[in-house]
């Protein structure tokens, strides 16, 4: 209905059927707890995507003493003041962190890549907080090739269990007849190597001193930025 004809009908027709349609097209299509519910949904995957949790079924990030050490820095930065030294330095361990687990997604994804899977990489890797071990199509076999994966290959960057984010993806590659083909050319790209204790040593986030220097912040209001040194041994200003 046209605007001039609206303020036709609304002058000399006495109708309210302009005042209807109005309020009709008011009318949000999505309620307000519905668009907050799409948007803490698209939260978490930005959190998953961002984060890269181990364990992505488990919302408290505790069960897995990697994913604990991640969440408490994070928890630990967010009651920092934003631009202090302390905040500065919980951000270089948090971002080393995921630099890690980066790492290791993307080993997978150029593997996924050499066998032809170039469009669906992304989705194949991507896991949802919603993931459950009960929708698992070969959950044993897929468990069984995730540890020939970490024992036989260097495609994880720790002697820790591995991941369990990468038990689903392994289940996806099992339905599509792809996983032992992937873990041929995982032990082709990512051969075991005798120097990789030595390489872990050099290279491996060492998670007790950060979840001491964690604990350290969170007694301290995260803002003791000479705590925060001495907890490094550095004692240099940044």
Known sequence: MGAAFKRFCARFCCCCCCDDDDEEEKQPILSHDTLEYFEREAQKRRDQETNLWSEPGDPSHSERDDDRSLYNLLQTRAKTRRGSHGY?????????????????????????????????????????????????HNAPVARTLLHTLHSETSIFNSRESPPERYLFILDRLIYLDAAEDFVAKARRFYPKRDEDDEEEEETAINLPMLLARVNRAMNGGGEDDETLDEEDGSGREE
């Open 88 to 136: 500065r330095r919980l951000s270089v361990d948090i971002e080393a962190m995921r630099d890690m687990r980066r790492e290791v997604r993307d080993k997978w994804k150029m593997i996924l890549e050499n066998l032809g899977f170039m469009a669906e990489a992304e989705s194949l890797l991507t896991v949802a907080t919603s993931a459950s071990f009960d929708r698992m």
